[in-house]
């Protein structure tokens, strides 16, 4: 635990410095194809759900059959985005040789599967950390395989698993840069890893090429967001930086975006918060398959009682929307509840697109509420909540720049919401092996 936790003195050679770039353009082109084709996938489930909602019948049957995949191909292990954080560590992770510095590589075809399932059935879960899951599980697998004797140093073995975690998150969200540095700001409690930034640059911006010749048909955040940041909810870029010009740099709105800033922080700790409550209250039920079947009985009983999926699936349509102006007052609400039911009773998939979907509509009905332009409030909150659970503030902050808009005052005002939200969200994320406790600039909120 000490040595991955010391700086890293020795200088890259040459030969170190080339090893580090093919490990990303390793991890680019294969855990960018395959997170790529999961992108490409679990969008084609969840179209073909919200075309056929009389699927929501089946969930139940789907979760079991995840279940019952993670029991059969478990061994012991906690198969989730935190043991690669206890990889990292150089904490025991068991896989079925014993040894405790692998990680399982039944982890990224089981989340894979489960997060494809829950999505053609109606499971309201994310598919951001999924591909994280996917990403540096494969990172480890092949990368750290391929560069054994480079990897096997504890002071390195973040490098393949930052690459991979890249490449995941630059496979869903299309943002290459953010991409980059989120790989290694996510992992950086740990240690010194800048050091990453090379490879994992690689490995987004390759993930980011594949994903232009594949033409995956994914949301387009930056061409729809870029209209939702604008006054009118127009969905022009000259429209969008005219109205952020008019919104000024005045202290009434520095205020306004600071109260949003707030409501972003407490939406994504009530995420947080909420999952914890959810898991432990369905561990309360011992039978697994009978847990699940609660879970998803629940789900399509509140489905049926909504009349509508909005709520379902990954939810980045309704954040369009709610980008352009349109979003139900309590949508977070309704959200937040399929969400923790359908993660909580044991079906697996990402925590991050919810979280976006909280965040953003929680800010846009307070934005109504407080005056201030509520697309631009959305927007904040995206960045807020996300950048609340993850404890990556600067990748986050450069998403929202990336993803959204990047024009006038929006950049200070991402930048203004990713810290303000940082500092506040205390030492719980998503992460529980993050080690968020030992990063600077945090208020001890328990």
């Known amino acids: 635990m000490d040595s991955i936790n010391k700086t890293t003195t020795e200088k890259i050679s040459a030969k170190l410095f080339g090893q580090m770039l093919l490990c990303g353009i390793v991890c680019g082109i294969v855990c960018g194809a395959a997170c790529m084709l999961f992108a490409w996938i679990t969008t084609i489930c969840d179209r073909t759900f919200h075309s056929h ?41 068991q896989n079925e040789n014993g040894s405790p510095e692998k990680v399982s590589i039944w982890l990224a075809p089981l989340i894979f599967i489960s997060t494809c399932l829950a999505y053609l059935f109606g499971g309201s879960v994310g598919r951001v950390g999924s591909a994280l899951q996917i990403g ?15 990897f096997s140093r504890p002071a390195l073995r973040y490098v393949p698993l ?36 090379i490879p994992s640059g690689i490995a987004s911006f390759v993930t980011w090429g594949i994903s232009k010749l594949a033409m995956i048909p994914y ?15 127009s969905t022009s870029d000259d429209a969008a930086m005219s109205a952020l010009q008019a919104t000024g740099m005045e202290l009434e709105v520095i205020l306004k975006v600071l109260v949003i800033a707030f409501v972003g922080t407490l939406a994504g700790r009530l995420f947080c918060y909420s999952r914890l409550i959810s898991t432990k209250g369905f561990a309360l039920i011992t039978n697994r398959l009978v847990r699940v079947l609660v879970g998803t009985g629940l789900v399509m009983a509140l489905t049926l009682l909504f009349g509508v999926t909005d709520y379902n699936g990954i939810g980045f349509v309704y954040v369009d929307a709610t980008m352009s ?122």
Request: aromatic share 10%.
């Open 53 to 93: 909602d009389w699927m929501i019948y089946m969930l139940p049957i789907a979760g079991m059959i995840a279940v019952l995949l993670y029991d059969c191909f478990r061994r012991g292990e906690d198969l989730c985005t935190d043991a690669l954080f206890r990889y990292l560590h150089g904490d025991p992770v």
């Open 136 to 150: 540096g599980t494969l990172g480890v697998h092949t990368s750290g395989r391929l560069f054994a004797c480079l």
């Open 162 to 197: 930052a690459c991979g975690m890249a490449a995941g998150f630059t496979a869903i969200l299309n943002a290459p840069v953010a991409g980059t540095i989120f790989g290694v700001e996510v992992l950086i409690l740990s240690g010194n890893k800048l050091v990453a930034l």
């Open 219 to 233: 949301v387009d955040f930056h061409f729809r967001m870029t209209g939702g940041v604008t006054r009118f909810g």
């Open 325 to 446: 102006g349109e979003s139900a007052m309590f949508a977070f609400l309704w959200k937040l509840i399929l969400t923790c039911l359908t993660l909580g009773c044991g079906i697996r998939g990402g925590e991050i697109a919810p979280t976006i979907f909280v965040g953003a509509t929680a800010c846009f009905t307070v934005g109504c509420l407080i005056g201030l332009d509520p697309t631009l409030a959305a927007a904040l909150g995206f960045v807020g909540a996300l950048a609340s659970v993850t404890n990556a503030p600067v990748a986050i902050g450069i998403l929202g720049c990336e993803a959204i808009c990047c024009c006038g005052e929006a950049i200070i005002y991402f930048a203004i919401t990713a810290v303000i939200s940082h500092i506040f969200s205390g030492t719980y994320g998503l992460y529980h092996e993050q080690l968020a406790h030992r990063q600077p600039m945090k208020f001890k909120i328990p």
